[in-house]
């Protein structure tokens, strides 16, 4: 059983023949995935950006399994071990691999990114070196949230979130929450969070938020100033989570002078932002793109109970209800859908 995406708005639920691990790769069987919001886009909209679904494709990325077979010439795993899936396999020879930026290589390989198939299946076949071992007390649940959690792990070593750092999330969605967690992790003294939405601020709180902040008004500026007002500064640290427009500007507009806002949300191509009040005030404004070395930190965070992620599955389907629960994640239901493959 399969979760196959034809285009926008055809997700059927097919068998398919079980795949066989080539040279270096495994076969795993698929035990949890969760639903990610660009799993959502593809099957609402058949494509993101330059990536576009032209072909059937399986969704799914965010996942842990256990191993059911060994390619030829694998070592580090065996039969049996439980794993979580980092999505994307790079190159591994160009520039961009070789000085570890392997996020950046123009011959990545990642999991339900056209035109490659994602994991949401019995069955999946994946290169050995991106499958991390679970201790036993980390189920696979938080498994899969590793893949989120890694995102959030980017997007803070980007920012150079440390000791003392005073934090602003723009988004309190999953990106957003994970955000607050690594944040926190890091050592952030104080982490304010801004949403529309008054469930999700609840949640941010949960999750270690010091401050929320509901997002009332479309003045960017007159949002900033209330913001450095909750706080009783203004952050040095902003990561835009929304990918919305006035968002990015207040993030902007609020951040410190000599700060750094961290763009994680994508939203449309171009937007409209207050450069000059960056450039003159010496914000530096960086993007981020998936993570890279960041699956050994995320396991470690969440092995060590230093992350708590388990309150973020707010939804649970089993594989053959997986249209039932994309259906839900496209109705903006709870936080983290989880999907089991399991059988039975």
């Known amino acids: 059983m399969t979760a196959i995406l034809y285009k926008t708005d055809d997700l059927r639920m097919e068998d398919l023949p079980i795949p066989q691990p080539g040279p270096g790769q495994v076969q795993l069987e698929m035990q949890e995935v969760g639903i990610c919001g660009s799993d959502v886009h593809y099957w609402t909209h058949g494509a993101i950006g330059d990536f576009v679904v032209r072909k059937p494709m399986i969704l799914g990325h965010e996942a842990a399994a256990v191993v059911s077979k060994l390619g030829e010439g694998v070592t580090t795993l065996k039969v049996g071990d439980r794993v979580a899936i980092e999505p ?4 591994r020879l160009c520039n961009y691999c070789k000085m570890g930026r392997y996020n950046l290589c123009l011959d990545m390989k990642f999991c339900a990114t056209p035109p490659y198939d994602g994991n949401l299946a019995r069955y999946y076949v994946h290169d050995a070196d991106f499958c991390f071992k679970l201790p036993d007390h980390v189920s696979f649940e938080e498994g899969a949230l590793l ?9 803070t070593n980007r920012a150079g979130v440390g000791l003392g750092s005073t934090v602003l999330v723009c988004g309190a969605g999953p990106i957003g ?3 607050i967690i690594t944040a926190k992790a890091k050592g952030a003294s104080i982490v304010c969070v801004t949403d529309l939405d008054e469930s999700r601020l609840k949640m941010a709180k949960l999750m270690g938020a010091d401050h929320t902040f509901k997002i ?10 209330q913001i450095e007002e909750t706080m009783g500064c203004k952050p040095d640290i902003t990561i835009e989570c929304s990918g919305a427009a006035p968002s990015l500007q207040t993030a902007i507009y609020a951040t410190k002078s000599g700060g750094v806002v961290v763009m994680v949300g994508l939203g449309a191509e171009k937007v409209e932002l207050p450069v000059v009040n960056a450039g003159v005030r010496e914000v530096d404004i960086r993007g981020i793109f998936r993570y890279v070395n960041c699956y050994p930190t ?7 109970g230093v992350a708590n992620v388990k309150p973020l599955v707010t939804h649970r389907f089993k594989l053959e209800e ?18 089991s493959c399991k059988r039975g």
């Open 88 to 91: 994307g396999v790079p190159c």
């Open 147 to 155: 893949e989120p959690l890694s995102v959030g792990i980017h997007a």
């Open 177 to 179: 929450l994970v955000n």
């Open 216 to 225: 009332t008004s479309r003045d960017t500026i007159k949002t900033a100033e």
């Open 298 to 304: 995320a396991l470690a965070m969440v092995a060590s």
């Open 322 to 339: 997986s249209i039932k629960a994309f259906e839900a994640a496209k109705r903006g239901e709870g936080i983290k859908i989880m999907i």
